[in-house]
């Protein structure tokens, strides 16, 4: 069955820390995988997409790493500000022309002062 | 910068009623898609759209569901007789392409309440 897991579920850290959100897949034949960023009442946001041949890639303080091989997914929030507060969900395209994503169960971060 | 848009913010409606959810996709998109996130679970798949039919649809999206694009502009979900569980919030995105790569725009959603 494909899913998509992620850990931790909830997160509190201070403002200007770093963090890790991690993702773990067992989605096949596997396209894409993408980080979002959900603002509480508010649809997903794109942040960074990731294909089977990327292993890393930054967008502003976010970097994503994927390892296909161990089908796992990081991201990485460098210097976090109080706007990062949000759910960050990984969401994992199959391949072959397919529009459902799955969706991972989200980590939420809080950024406090 | 072009948004999803989607009405109401929230509704509130009587359990067997039935519930219309609008949707205005990015003017220049051809991919529409339906999502839902129940309170405190994950964002589910629901329906994608294009060329006037349903391209794919999920288990979840039986009977009592369809979607309809009644106009240039509008993309709607209906749920014909609303059962409790269907409270949810209901999610609309468009995309220009249908490609895997294609990136879904998402609006704010309608949170829909089913008394």
């Known amino acids: 069955k494909n899913q998509v897991e992620q850990s931790p579920q909830s997160l509190i850290i201070l403002e200007g820390k770093n963090c890790t959100l991690q993702?773990?897949?067992?989605?096949?034949?596997?396209?894409?995988l993408r980080w979002y960023k959900q603002d509480t009442g508010r649809g997903p946001v794109s942040l960074t997409i990731?294909?089977?041949?990327?292993n890393t890639k930054s967008n502003g303080r976010y970097t994503a790493t994927l390892d296909a091989d161990t089908k796992q997914s990081s991201l990485h929030i460098t210097a976090s500000q109080l706007s990062d507060s949000a759910s960050y969900i990984c969401?994992?395209?199959?391949?072959?022309?397919?529009?459902?994503?799955?969706f991972g169960t989200g980590t939420k971060l809080q950024v406090i002062p | 910068e072009p948004e999803v848009t989607q009405t109401p913010s929230h509704q509130v409606t009587q359990m067997g009623q039935e519930v219309i959810l609008r949707c205005v996709p990015i003017s220049n998109h051809l991919y529409f898609y339906w999502y839902r996130q129940i309170l405190g679970q994950k964002v589910e798949f629901l329906v994608s759209?294009?060329?006037?039919?349903?391209?794919?649809k999920s288990e979840i999206f039986d009977d009592q569901f369809s979607v309809e694009r009644p106009d240039g502009s509008n993309f709607t979900l209906k749920i014909r007789s609303t059962k409790l569980e269907d409270s949810a919030m209901y999610f609309c995105?468009?995309?220009?392409?249908?490609?895997?790569?294609?990136?879904?725009?998402f609006g704010p959603g309608t949170r829909l309440t089913v008394l």
């Open positions: 990731m294909t089977f041949s990327e």
């Open positions: 969401v994992v395209r199959l391949s072959g022309g397919y529009q459902k994503v799955t």
């Open positions: 995105a468009s995309s220009s392409t249908g490609t895997d790569y294609n990136e879904q725009f």
């Open positions: 759209f294009y060329n006037n039919e349903i391209s794919e």
């Open positions: 993702c773990n897949y067992t989605v096949s034949p596997f396209s894409n």
